[in-house]
């Protein structure tokens, strides 16, 4: 397979990428049972300079978090602690992009642990390839269904979407078209798609200890001491393959990769395709 350019590859993300969020007209969420609890319109957010901050054990001892705070905007995933953290991943969390798995498996923790309630929450669960709303609504990866509507009962002020299940098909399209072997069939990591959800809604986007630095460590997550390759390299998701493809589109300096673990991606919304 060839590699796209950089330029042709940020088009390709901006024009076959379908961002929205599931709002109450999509059925079958169409429904009076689902009406109180999904959002009526998209989301819509525009931003400036943002952070993606992976959950890599590298993050630790990295004191990036003055960097990262520095930022408009922040996305972290799944249970990504900051509390005991701030020193290197910052506090400021605009987006946290959670998937199904967290939500159902730890649902008490989620719905009782305060981490969960700022900025606006999002949630995707992986679905069968390329599959309508109505198939994958029959059979989600996790049955979110419960856990979701209680959390937006509890806190029905805070903003909750549901990433429609088409853009992490479209995405590995992408990214399968763009790597030189067969990629996993499997969607792509939280981490890739909060990547390209910041590049949609921001100007710019750094994204932190994705591409790993001199911190890499087999340490899974920053937050616990979980030793494990494929946190890193992917075993489920093609991790790998996604990394390739951020760094091709880097348009940092690759010292700051090195140090930091941080490269910088521009944003979807000024791309001239
Ligand atoms: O571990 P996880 O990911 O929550 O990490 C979020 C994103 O950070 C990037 N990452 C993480 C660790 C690491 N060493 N290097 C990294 O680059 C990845 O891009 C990752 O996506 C997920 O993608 O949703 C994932 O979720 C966990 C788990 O479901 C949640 O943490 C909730 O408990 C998955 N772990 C397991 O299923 C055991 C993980 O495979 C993928």
């Not at 309630?117 to 679905?127: E, H, K, S, Y």
């Not at 100007?203 to 979980?226: A, F, G």
């Not at 030793?227 to 300096?253: R, S, V, W």
């Amino acid at each position: 397979a060839h590699k796209l350019r950089p330029k042709e590859l940020l088009c390709q993300l901006r024009n076959r990428l379908d961002f929205r969020m599931i709002t109450a007209t999509d059925s079958p969420f169409d429904i009076s049972e689902w009406e109180p609890y999904v959002p009526k319109g998209n989301i819509s957010i525009k931003l400036g300079r943002c952070a993606v901050v992976s959950s890599a054990g590298s993050m630790k001892s990295s004191h990036l978090g003055e960097d990262i705070d520095s930022h408009d905007a922040v996305l972290r995933f799944n249970g990504a602690p900051i509390k005991g953290f701030q020193a290197d991943v910052g506090e400021k969390t605009t987006i946290r992009l959670v998937n199904s798995q967290l939500i159902t498996v730890e649902e008490k923790k989620f719905l009782a642990d305060p981490q969960y309630n700022f900025g606006t929450l999002i949630l995707w669960d992986p679905a069968p390839y390329h599959s309508s709303i109505k198939e994958w609504y029959k059979k989600p990866d996790y049955n979110f269904y419960g856990s979701f509507k209680h959390y937006r009962k509890k806190y029905p002020k805070q903003p909750f979407y549901i990433l429609n299940p088409h853009m992490q098909w479209q995405l590995w399209d992408i990214l399968q078209e763009n790597s030189p072997e067969d990629i996993q069939p499997n969607p792509p990591s939280s981490g890739m798609l909060g990547i390209v959800l910041m590049m949609n809604f921001c100007d710019e986007v750094d994204v932190y200890e994705y591409l790993p630095s001199k911190r890499q460590t087999n340490i899974c997550h920053y937050y616990q001491k979980i030793f494990d390759q494929a946190c890193t390299m992917g075993a489920y998701h093609p991790l790998l393959f996604e990394k390739n493809i951020i760094k091709h589109l880097n348009i940092g300096k690759d010292e700051d990769i090195y140090n930091y673990g941080k490269a910088t991606l521009p944003g979807l919304r000024n791309v001239q395709c």
